[in-house]
């Protein structure tokens, strides 16, 4: 008996949901779960894992006898942009501080649109960089660098922050 798959969106978005509700739950069984009245750090991501492990099992089954669009190829380029930038501000932030390593995080990413235009990602690089640097920096008082540790920066007092 050969299993045909009706619907592959379904049921690869079914696969990745059991995929990492599983992961979740088996990350979950290893701190104190308690009870119901006395909930432990992994109760909640237990269930939750759980519910998601299930949710995904569904999905993949009833995709199975349904009917639906074959899947797409699987676009390698706006996967390996938005990583790439997520992994560059990670080595950038101690080295450039959040005004930099943010700037660089968020055209990077938009690297990876099919639409991209410079002069509204610049835009958006700026605004969501000052609204980071605000909040986790000015307001949370996050110990991050805002700007590089350089003399030349230290005489802006914005970097002083």
């Not at 380029?77 to 950038?92: C, D, E, H, K, T």
């Not at 540790?149 to 802006?156: K, M, P």
């Amino acid at each position: 008996m050969k299993l045909a798959i009706g619907n592959s969106r379904d049921f690869w978005s079914g696969v990745m949901f059991a995929a990492a509700g599983s992961l979740f739950t088996g990350i979950a069984v290893t701190y104190k779960l308690g009870t119901a009245a006395r909930m432990g750090p992994g109760y909640f991501p237990f269930y939750l894992g759980l519910l998601l492990t299930v949710l995904g099992i569904a999905i993949a089954v009833v995709s199975l006898k349904g009917e639906g669009p074959s899947g797409d190829t699987f676009h390698w380029a706006p996967l390996f942009w938005v990583l790439a930038s997520i992994a560059l501000f990670g080595v950038m932030l101690k080295l450039t501080g959040v005004l930099f390593a943010g700037m660089a995080l968020v055209i990077g990413s938009s690297l990876g649109s099919g639409e991209f235009k410079l002069r509204e990602v610049l835009w958006l690089a700026l605004g969501l960089t000052v609204f980071c640097a605000a909040v986790f920096v000015g307001g949370l008082k996050l110990p991050i660098p805002m700007c590089p540790g350089f003399e030349a920066f230290e005489q802006f007092r914005l970097c002083r922050i």
